[in-house]
């Protein structure tokens, strides 16, 4: 069954440094998302991406970070200068076009900021 | 009143037992239900989607009341493996995921 990827599954860094997380979701489909969850905590939406731009965004998803889809097949979550409360597990999702359809989740990256 | 709320449990169940876990969500222009499991640290996985109808997957049973804004999942002859955090999930209008904090299970041998 195709998954979604996501790399580094542990990704640590000191405070201040830029961080690029990196997903590859399911091949056929077309919309995109980031989620994080801080430990012990909900789940939460940070964007949602379509057609090359940003649908979408929270409230935590201020000017520090920003997505991309350089190619066909990555997609990138990029926090520019990390703080000790971006620390949290970071998910990829996607699904395909059809609206119903559910949202396939990688299996996260753990950012720990220092 | 949060968006999407949950008993976040534990609920510690014997083997073989059935429990039920609710779910009440605020905004009644949500577009689409599901119940996610999540293991401790690990991504949430798709256990089901959720409709008006009600829908069963072998021991899984989900329900949805619109009127109410209430979603159920029942869970029959527990396992050990059903031990999980499960998480009702509502889709808005614009397709993006808005999260309950999870309801903990722990089935006990």
């Known amino acids: 069954e195709p998954e979604v990827t996501q790399t580094p599954s542990h990704q640590v860094t000191q405070m201040g440094q830029e961080v690029i997380l990196r997903c590859v979701p399911i091949s056929n489909h077309l919309y995109f998302y980031w989620y994080r969850q801080i430990l012990g905590q909900k789940v939460e939406f940070l964007v949602s991406?379509?057609?090359?731009?940003?649908?979408?965004k929270s409230e935590i998803f201020d000017d520090q970070f920003s997505v991309e889809r350089p190619d066909g097949s990555n997609f990138t979550l990029k926090i520019r200068s990390t703080k000790l409360e971006d620390s949290a597990m970071y998910f990829c999702?996607?699904?395909?076009?059809?609206?119903?359809?559910?949202?396939?989740f990688g299996d996260g990256t753990r950012l720990s900021i220092l | 009143r949060k968006e999407v709320e949950q008993d976040p449990g534990p609920f510690n169940v014997p083997e073989g037992a059935t429990v039920a876990f609710n779910c009440t969500y605020s905004n009644s222009a949500s577009q689409s239900f599901f119940w996610y499991r999540q293991d401790c640290r690990k991504e949430p996985k798709l256990l089901m989607s959720?409709?008006?109808s009600g829908n069963e997957d072998g021991r899984f049973t989900a329900q949805l009341n619109r009127a109410s804004q209430y979603i159920s999942l029942l869970i029959r002859d527990s396992k050990l493996s059903d031990s999980a955090t499960y998480l009702c999930v509502v889709s808005t209008p614009t397709y993006k995921y808005i999260f309950g904090t999870g309801t903990r299970l722990k089935v006990l041998a």
């Open positions: 959720v409709y008006s």
């Open positions: 999702a996607s699904r395909p076009g059809q609206s119903n359809q559910p949202q396939h």
């Open positions: 991406f379509y057609n090359n731009e940003i649908s979408e």
